[in-house]
């Protein structure tokens, strides 16, 4: 085995990442000495192994809706592409709250379905109400408004102003 000199280190420093230039300045290397010298100095990335606790909790964040900030918090050292990348590797699916339309009853009741895991998809599906909810409609119609709030246990009423 032949030790490593500096000249040598600062080749590979200056070829890295074309290990076909780093081979011709260096023939007595072989492929794989090139490759581990350059992990040894730090001039790669290590791969991560992801355990089942880990798969698990980022199933469980990503089913809930987490935010990018909160993700990324609970994986330290990690960046947001690797962790949407084995997301999608696992085939999870992110939950996103639903956008307010500037109208309480609808931003309430697709609330409502996002809080018990209903997707706006389901909702409709379930309601019979076409895409009444997944569109971003901002006129309300009385009869999908009923229909969710029976199905989540609630009741719509009318307040009528005092004057006339």
Known sequence: MVRWTGAEDDLLRCGYPDYKQMQASLPHR???ALRYRCRCLGMTSSRHIWTNREVRCLLELFRRGVSDRDLLASFPGMRLA????????VGAERRYRPRPLDDPALDAIRARAFAAGVSLVDLDRRLKTG??????RRDVKLKPVARAAAFFGGEVTIEWPEEI
Request: proline share 0%; glycine share 6%.
């Open 30 to 32: 072989s492929l794989n």
């Open 131 to 136: 895409s009444y909810y997944q569109s971003c």
């Open 82 to 89: 690797q962790l949407k990348g084995k997301a999608r590797h």
